[in-house]
């Protein structure tokens, strides 16, 4: 599904991965969290082959990661404060009140105070993907991997999920890779910006050439034009 | 003609890959094992939910297995043998097989589809991925403790079966059949031995085992969205029907060599 591809992500900076739906954006991201592992080339993080780690390592590593799941994948039997604090309890050995406190401030960070004890079915989509991205950042991970953070959202919820991605970056200077098809996010939250067709990066540049560039696959993105040099199919 | 052959060796190969998935999801389980304690607080609600939960279905299930094995035997032996055997019969049998086979196939229409059914919706719903990516392994939080409260709740669930269908065989001999408390006891007393228990015991131990792990594999390697979860509760379902018949039967080859 992927082929001659590169890509790398600095110490504290924003990769944002843009394509179609179906090109294969996440599962870039699921090679990057060791769920799936390429049949050829490696997958490195921190300098270390995660492709061919043992999987007492790839827990280890995993550790120092968070995910945000497209569909959220929040654990639908679980309250949302069990969401968030079930990396807690299972890798630190943290006492209930600290867990608790711990829980209550990555909840107000995502500007959801408060809704601990509600279940997942209770919540609306957007609060169900910052309650998925206070889960993300509950170990206080240095790489964070979004999979279309902002799809199904309406504008106003998408840009305050926007907002949140840079203020977790900026505030617990993360690594973030973002995968999205949504030109808003590109433009706001990267600080590198790759656009993947049929499994080939074919640009990849800041947020300022991105917009500057006249590479006819760029634009035809931008402008959201069914017509040019990517094809689609039926 | 080629394309008949074809077919059949895709069969035949999907179903040897999927044994030997099977096979290596079981041996992770079991190796899991010593690990339990590390998930008490969810192996205790499985086990509640697997155990308590069950109790009501199994106690109506069970009254009328009881009660229609009364009726049956003593229509059976009509008035050839001494009225003392029918409760001998009737404890004989529910302890060392309607017990433990009943309860099972009910079990694994309650507790095994469900396993199977909510693994499943957790595996198409990305949350298994979720697990893996918090580094939480899913076999270690969510499968062992489903087959460990299976295979320690199976044996109660069915000892509770059995005293209620024994309850509801003696409640028609009495009631139905007329036939004196002291004689129903002095019946199963004479008949029932403490091997008895034991290999309906035995049994159910490992039918609770079979059930859960079932479940859970189905489960667990749920594909393709919402048809593939109805597919899994379906299979598991089936799948756990065939296999208590099967291994009630080579149990019963094993644990009574007479009858063979």
């Known amino acids: ?234 | 003609m080629l394309e008949l052959f074809s077919r059949i060796g895709e069969r035949v190969l999907g179903g040897f890959y999927r044994l030997g998935e099977a096979t290596l999801l079981i041996l992770r389980v079991f190796g899991e094992l010593p690990h339990i304690w590390r998930v008490h607080r969810e192996t205790v609600a499985q086990m509640i939910r697997i155990g308590i939960g069950s109790m009501p279905l199994v106690a109506v299930t069970s009254l009328f297995t009881g009660m229609v094995l009364a009726v049956q035997t003593s229509y059976q032996i009509e008035e050839y043998v001494p009225e003392i055997f029918i409760a001998s019969a009737v404890c004989k049998a529910t302890i060392i097989e309607l017990g433990p086979v009943i309860t099972a196939l009910v079990i694994s229409g309650r507790v095994g589809a469900s396993i199977a059914a909510e693994l499943g919706t957790m595996r198409v719903t990305e949350q298994i991925d979720a697990l893996e990516t918090m580094a939480v392994d899913p076999v270690r939080f969510l499968l062992l403790p489903r087959f460990f409260s299976g295979l320690v709740m199976m044996p109660v669930i069915v000892t509770f079966g059995c005293l209620i269908a024994i309850a509801g065989g003696y409640a028609v001999c009495l009631l139905y059949l007329e036939m004196s408390s002291v004689a129903f006891f002095q019946g199963m007393r004479q008949f029932v031995y403490p091997y008895d228990i034991y290999s309906g015991l035995l049994k159910s131990f490992i039918f609770g085992g079979t059930i859960s792990l079932v479940g859970c594999y189905y489960g667990y390697c749920t594909s393709q969205g919402a048809e593939g979860v109805g597919r899994a509760t379906t299979q598991s379902v089936v799948t756990n029907c065939l296999l208590i018949l099967i291994f009630d039967y080579f149990l019963a080859m094993l644990l009574f060599p007479t009858a063979g």
């Open chain 1, 1 to 234: 599904m992927l082929s001659d591809l590169s890509l790398s992500v600095p110490r504290g900076e924003t990769l944002v991965i843009m394509g179609r739906s179906g090109a294969g954006k996440s599962v870039i991201l699921k090679h990057m969290v060791g769920l799936l592992n390429p049949d050829r080339g490696a997958v490195l993080f921190d300098g270390r082959r995660l492709d061919r780690m043992r999987r007492a390592e790839l827990q280890q590593a995993r550790k120092r990661m968070g995910m945000l799941f497209q569909s959220s994948a929040l654990f639908d039997s679980m309250t949302v404060a069990e969401n968030v604090s079930l990396g807690l309890r299972k890798h630190t050995r943290l006492g209930e009140k600290e867990i608790a406190a711990k829980v209550e401030a990555k909840l107000a960070a995502v500007g959801l105070a408060g809704i601990e004890q509600k279940m997942p079915a209770e919540l609306s989509g957007g609060m169900r993907k910052r309650v998925g991205l206070a889960r993300a950042i509950a170990m206080d991970p240095e790489l964070i991997l979004y999979d279309e953070p902002t799809t199904g959202l309406d504008p106003i919820t998408a840009d305050a999920i926007n907002n949140l991605i840079i203020e977790t970056r900026d505030k617990f200077g993360v690594t973030s890779v973002v995968v999205t098809h949504d030109v808003n996010t590109v433009l706001k939250v990267g600080s590198t910006v790759a656009l993947l067709n049929e499994g080939k990066i074919i640009f990849s540049g800041t947020p300022a050439e991105l917009k500057s560039t006249d590479n006819p696959y760029v634009r035809q993105f931008l402008e959201g034009r069914a017509e040019g040099p990517i094809k689609v199919h039926f």
